[in-house]
């Protein structure tokens, strides 16, 4: 059964990643035809890096998604049209037509469609939710705490809810769920990327919550695997260990601003303003309570292991963005050395004065 | 006592001591440890700031509770409250085991002791991983500093996963029961939850350990339950204490009572198998062993205790 994929469609590929993957199956001698489908036209460098993709501008509005997928005869499907930030999707409610609607309209064109054999979707970690009652980690089995009733999560749960619904109707699709942590990594963006990238970052008083991220190389390589290969199921993407925010915010040599929860509202509007960086609700309630997923089956039956660990993710996206520092390492151990030489120095003249 | 050493976060701000004109070998001993021990501090500042650190996937951060966390609590171990332990030969020096303990005393200090008595008393130095109630990981702070101090939310799946990593994992199964019961209960052991500490020990092969705690329950001894005021605040309870709020702040130092702690003989679940689990007769039998091995160990170190305070 497990045929090889001949002609890919990979939605979202006017943004970092999908283009990437875009890109990399264009070198995959077997696969004869990538087309690459975006309700926006890609920025003219990604178009650049896209190779032989074939692009189609698709709105969710019109059905011709389905026309391309019967017409090229297309037997593997990587959904990867999920956003997660409303700012650049043109407000949450057009952000949720995207999503919802746009998944429904292109899960409606799959089941039509004969030829698919495939089904890669991306999806997230925030189906999880992220709340004080959290268990440490979450495997794929666990449900949310409470549904998440907001934003990407709640548009996360609704489009894994039509997914499996696709599944019910076509069994003899082959259908990956990937849930992926953060995104992070010197090239991608992601509200992580902008949010670290701020000089003095907004935390939350009192709360030190655990990340997790995926480095892009690790997201791309995952998401290559199921596209290329028979992985069927559901299974949480991130990378080993975890970071404390506090310790994530040093690393990149920012300052961090502790505020009350209950100003959160005040400071969101004000940072939303400030720049365009996209410290929602949602993203706040991440950064108070943070999230960690279990990776065992990414690891055995997926047989992947992340190359970069969560602190060497991170570490490389401080190098590649090349931060400044507000707080220079290297001056600290300056500093450090300094005053251990001072003390010593004050000290032996202190035994030599009585 | 302890083999852990402490080094100092700050550097002394007080001058040296004034020293003879010559110096002796003696000093020059005394000078080395102060360079040492300074270049100690320096070297976690600047861990620290830099995030040069790294924590596990519970967010237990050995450097923070090796060197910020537990040096408060070392001179209340020793000196105030005096705590003395039998059987640490009971815990293993690796592998996984789950202690269980009564508890008392209003404030959970008794955990903090336990943690103190494995970490350093305990030849392997074990660090003691404690389930919590969910209203720890609620309020700012507390909750991301237990954290820190590597403990996580009491339910079953971090419970085996901890187990299952070897951990000496701690259960106060009677929670805010036993915590916060009045003084006039003393030592007398509350409901023990539902046994999901005995299934996570099933599921998981690891030796339960039944820990019998004496002398939290006189630290504050809780006189009257302001309960209507509690649940207004959203907390268990909120105690009266010969000593709070009547003398304010001054009431939350605890009377210093004479502590004995003994760790039990292991009760071993492995044989049991897996499916053991399933079992609930056979959950709810375990649950009372531990329950009444705690309680008969109580009453036999009470009897030891020659009074309250010494």
Same mark, same amino acid.
């Given at each position: 059964?497990?045929?090889?994929?001949?002609?890919?469609?990979?939605?979202?590929?006017?943004?970092?990643?999908?283009?990437?993957?875009?890109?990399?199956?264009?070198?995959?001698?077997?696969?004869?035809?990538?087309?690459?489908?975006?309700?926006?036209?890609?920025?003219?460098?990604?178009?650049?890096?896209?190779?032989?993709?074939?692009?189609?501008?698709?709105?969710?509005?019109?059905?011709?998604?389905?026309?391309?997928?019967?017409?090229?005869?297309?037997?593997?499907?990587?959904?990867?049209?999920?956003?997660?930030?409303?700012?650049?999707?043109?407000?949450?409610?057009? %952000?949720?037509?995207?999503?919802?609607?746009? &998944? %429904?309209?292109?899960?409606?064109?799959?089941?039509?469609?004969?030829?698919?054999?495939?089904?890669?979707?991306?999806?997230?970690?925030?189906?999880?939710?992220?709340?004080?009652?959290?268990?440490? %980690?979450?495997?794929?089995?666990?449900?949310?705490?409470?549904?998440?009733?907001?934003?990407?999560?709640?548009?996360? %749960?609704?489009?894994?809810?039509?997914?499996?619904?696709?599944?019910?109707?076509?069994?003899?699709?082959?259908?990956?769920?990937?849930?992926?942590?953060?995104?992070?990594?010197?090239?991608?963006?992601?509200?992580?990327?902008?949010?670290?990238?701020?000089?003095?970052?907004? &935390?939350?008083?009192?709360?030190?919550?655990?990340?997790?991220?995926?480095?892009?190389?690790?997201?791309?390589?995952?998401?290559?695997?199921?596209?290329?290969?028979?992985?069927?199921? &559901?299974?949480?993407?991130?990378?080993?260990?975890?970071?404390?925010?506090?310790?994530?915010?040093?690393?990149?040599?920012?300052?961090?601003?502790?505020?009350?929860?209950?100003?959160?509202?005040?400071?969101?509007?004000?940072?939303?303003?400030?720049?365009?960086?996209?410290?929602?609700?949602?993203?706040?309630?991440?950064?108070?309570?943070?999230?960690?997923?279990?990776?065992?089956?990414?690891?055995?039956?997926?047989?992947?292991?992340?190359?970069?660990?969560?602190?060497?993710?991170?570490?490389?996206?401080?190098?590649?963005?090349?931060?400044?520092?507000?707080?220079?390492?290297?001056?600290?151990?300056?500093?450090?050395?300094?005053?251990?030489?001072?003390?010593?120095?004050?000290?032996?003249?202190?035994?030599?004065?009585? | 006592?302890?083999?852990?050493?402490?080094?100092?976060?700050?550097?002394?701000?007080?001058?040296?001591?004034?020293?003879?004109?010559?110096?002796? *070998?003696?000093?020059?001993?005394?000078?080395?440890? #102060?360079?040492?021990?300074?270049?100690?501090?320096?070297?976690?500042?600047?861990?620290?700031?830099?995030?040069?650190?790294?924590?596990?996937?519970?967010?237990?951060?050995?450097?923070?509770?090796?060197?910020?966390?537990?040096?408060?609590?070392?001179?209340?171990?020793?000196?105030?409250?005096?705590?003395?332990?039998?059987?640490?030969?009971?815990?293993?020096?690796?592998?996984?085991?789950?202690?269980?303990?009564?508890?008392?005393?209003? $404030?959970?200090?008794?955990?903090?002791?336990?943690?103190?008595?494995?970490?350093?008393?305990? *030849?392997?130095?074990?660090?003691?991983?404690?389930?919590?109630?969910?209203?720890? #990981?609620? /309020?700012?702070?507390?909750?991301?500093?237990?954290?820190?101090?590597?403990?996580?939310?009491?339910?079953?799946?971090?419970?085996?996963?901890?187990?299952?990593?070897?951990?000496?994992?701690?259960?106060?199964?009677?929670?805010?029961?036993?915590?916060?019961?009045?003084?006039?209960?003393?030592?007398?052991?509350?409901?023990?939850?539902?046994?999901?500490?005995?299934?996570?020990?099933?599921?998981?092969?690891?030796?339960?350990?039944?820990?019998?705690?004496?002398?939290?329950?006189?630290?504050?001894?809780?006189?009257?339950?302001?309960?209507?005021?509690?649940?207004? $605040?959203?907390?268990?309870? /909120?105690? $009266?204490?010969?000593?709070?709020?009547?003398?304010?702040?001054?009431?939350?130092?605890?009377? *210093?009572?004479?502590?004995?702690?003994?760790?039990?003989?292991?009760?071993?679940?492995?044989?049991?198998? $897996?499916?053991?689990?399933?079992?609930?007769? /056979?959950?709810?039998?375990?649950?009372?062993?531990?329950?009444?091995?705690?309680?008969?160990?109580?009453?036999?170190?009470?009897?030891?205790?020659?009074?309250?305070?010494?």
């Amino acid at each position: 059964m497990n045929m090889a994929p001949q002609v890919v469609l990979v939605t979202g590929v006017s943004r970092y990643l999908g283009a990437r993957l875009a890109r990399t199956l264009c070198d995959v001698p077997s696969i004869e035809r990538v087309i690459g489908v975006d309700a926006l036209p890609p920025s003219r460098e990604l178009r650049a890096s896209l190779g032989r993709t074939e692009f189609v501008r698709a709105d969710i509005r019109n059905p011709l998604i389905g026309k391309v997928i019967t017409t090229a005869a297309v037997d593997t499907v990587v959904h990867m049209n999920i956003r997660a930030a409303p700012h650049d999707s043109g407000g949450r409610s057009s %952000m949720k037509e995207m999503n919802v609607i746009g &998944t %429904m309209q292109l899960l409606a064109a799959c089941q039509k469609a004969e030829t698919v054999r495939r089904l890669v979707v991306k999806s997230t970690t925030a189906v999880y939710g992220s709340s004080p009652r959290d268990p440490a %980690m979450f495997t794929e089995a666990m449900e949310a705490g409470g549904a998440p009733a907001y934003g990407y999560a709640k548009d996360a %749960m609704e489009i894994e809810g039509y997914v499996r619904g696709f599944a019910r109707r076509r069994p003899d699709v082959t259908l990956s769920v990937l849930r992926f942590t953060n995104f992070i990594g010197p090239r991608i963006e992601s509200v992580l990327t902008e949010y670290f990238a701020l000089p003095v970052v907004p &935390t939350v008083l009192g709360f030190d919550p655990r990340l997790q991220v995926l480095h892009e190389d690790d997201a791309l390589e995952v998401l290559l695997r199921a596209t290329l290969r028979e992985l069927p199921g &559901t299974v949480n993407v991130g990378a080993d260990g975890v970071m404390l925010l506090s310790q994530a915010i040093r690393r990149a040599g920012r300052i961090g601003l502790p505020l009350p929860g209950i100003t959160a509202g005040i400071v969101d509007r004000v940072v939303r303003r400030a720049g365009k960086v996209d410290y929602t609700a949602e993203q706040r309630r991440f950064l108070n309570h943070g999230r960690v997923v279990d990776t065992t089956r990414l690891k055995s039956e997926f047989g992947y292991r992340p190359r970069y660990s969560t602190l060497e993710a991170f570490d490389d996206f401080v190098r590649g963005r090349q931060l400044r520092p507000v707080v220079d390492p290297q001056r600290l151990a300056a500093v450090q050395e300094r005053v251990l030489r001072l003390a010593v120095r004050s000290a032996a003249r202190g035994v030599a004065r009585v | 006592m302890s083999d852990a050493t402490v080094i100092p976060l700050h550097i002394p701000r007080r001058e040296e001591p004034p020293r003879a004109p010559t110096e002796t *070998p003696d000093e020059a001993r005394a000078e080395s440890d #102060f360079e040492r021990r300074l270049a100690g501090g320096l070297a976690f500042l600047r861990r620290r700031l830099t995030g040069d650190y790294s924590v596990d996937e519970f967010g237990f951060d050995p450097d923070l509770t090796d060197h910020v966390l537990l040096p408060p609590l070392r001179p209340l171990y020793e000196r105030w409250f005096r705590v003395e332990t039998t059987g640490l030969h009971h815990v293993p020096s690796t592998g996984g085991a789950l202690i269980v303990a009564n508890h008392s005393g209003t $404030v959970p200090l008794d955990a903090l002791m336990t943690a103190v008595a494995l970490r350093d008393h305990h *030849p392997a130095g074990r660090a003691l991983r404690m389930l919590a109630a969910d209203l720890v #990981f609620t /309020l700012p702070v507390v909750g991301s500093v237990a954290r820190k101090a590597g403990h996580t939310l009491a339910c079953n799946p971090d419970a085996e996963r901890l187990l299952r990593a070897g951990e000496i994992t701690g259960v106060w199964p009677e929670g805010f029961k036993g915590i916060g019961k009045p003084f006039s209960q003393r030592y007398k052991l509350q409901r023990f939850g539902r046994g999901g500490f005995v299934s996570a020990a099933l599921r998981t092969g690891a030796p339960i350990i039944p820990v019998s705690i004496v002398g939290a329950e006189e630290i504050y001894p809780m006189v009257a339950n302001l309960r209507t005021l509690a649940r207004l $605040v959203g907390l268990p309870y /909120l105690p $009266v204490t010969p000593t709070f709020p009547l003398l304010g702040p001054l009431g939350l130092i605890p009377l *210093p009572s004479k502590w004995l702690i003994d760790f039990g003989e292991p009760i071993e679940t492995g044989a049991y198998g $897996v499916a053991a689990a399933e079992d609930p007769m /056979l959950v709810f039998n375990l649950t009372d062993q531990v329950r009444e091995t705690i309680q008969q160990t109580l009453f036999t170190l009470l009897a030891q205790r020659r009074s309250v305070w010494s």
